[in-house]
T-cell receptor, first 114, second 108 residues
């Protein structure tokens, strides 16, 4: 089955450590996205990539970094510069060129930093 | 700035008790309004896209409608398996903005 795989499901880190969240898709989608979800708030866009080797900052990119070396993969690194990293992180994708196609989401990674 | 407000925050229903969720929005140049369902600990699952005022979409017990300022998600005769958080999102030419969601609990 085609879909988006995020791993791990749960991640625990000490403050001051960088951590990388994995996102892999086999939907052959060009565009990939990272969102952060906090209780009582809407999803907020961290980074997105429309094509391999190119990515753009979203609304809350500070303290995060990404790479897009392959079409299938869009890993997110949460750096020690992120002030409040504990959250539920969602990766999504959609095909380019199809007007208003909906986002397809993975099942998320819950990151806890103590 | 685009805004998406969902109400109520939480909704408790008895099985079979129909109700509606509201999504109010302000956006410059609406390109689409999306409804998603999200189960606890999972990613959102796409339900509907609405493009213009007056449009309606249905799927099983769910029906989504759209006006120029808001969208409603009607749940008819809900079952316990309809319990989830329902998210609304609006897209303009540049971005997709999400509401905080309505958490629906249906008791048997």
């Amino acid at each position: 089955d085609g879909g988006i795989t995020q791993s791990p499901k749960y991640l625990f880190r000490k403050e001051g450590q960088n951590v990388t969240l994995s996102c892999e898709q086999n939907l052959n989608h060009d565009a990939m996205y990272w969102y952060r979800q906090d209780p009582g708030q809407g999803l907020r866009l961290i980074y997105y990539s429309q094509i391999v080797n190119d990515f753009q900052k979203g609304d809350i990119a500070e303290g995060y970094s990404v790479s897009r070396e392959k079409k299938e993969s869009f890993p997110l690194t949460v750096t020690s510069a992120q002030k409040n990293p504990t959250a539920f992180y969602l990766c999504a994708s959609r095909p380019n060129g199809i007007l208003n196609s909906p986002l397809h989401f993975g099942n998320g990674t819950r990151l806890t930093v103590t | 700035e685009d805004q998406v407000t969902q109400s109520p925050e939480a909704l408790r229903l008895q099985e079979g008790e129909s109700s509606s969720l509201n999504c109010s929005y302000t956006v410059s140049g609406l390109r689409g309004l999306f409804w998603y369902r999200q189960d606890p600990g999972k990613g959102p699952e796409f339900l509907f896209t609405l493009y213009s005022a007056g449009e309606e979409k249905e799927k099983e017990r769910l029906k989504a409608t759209l006006t120029k300022k808001e969208s409603f998600l009607h749940i008819t005769a809900p079952k316990p398996e309809d319990s989830a958080t329902y998210l609304c999102a609006v897209r303009n030419d540049y971005k997709l903005s999400f509401g905080a969601g309505t958490t629906v609990t249906v008791r048997a």
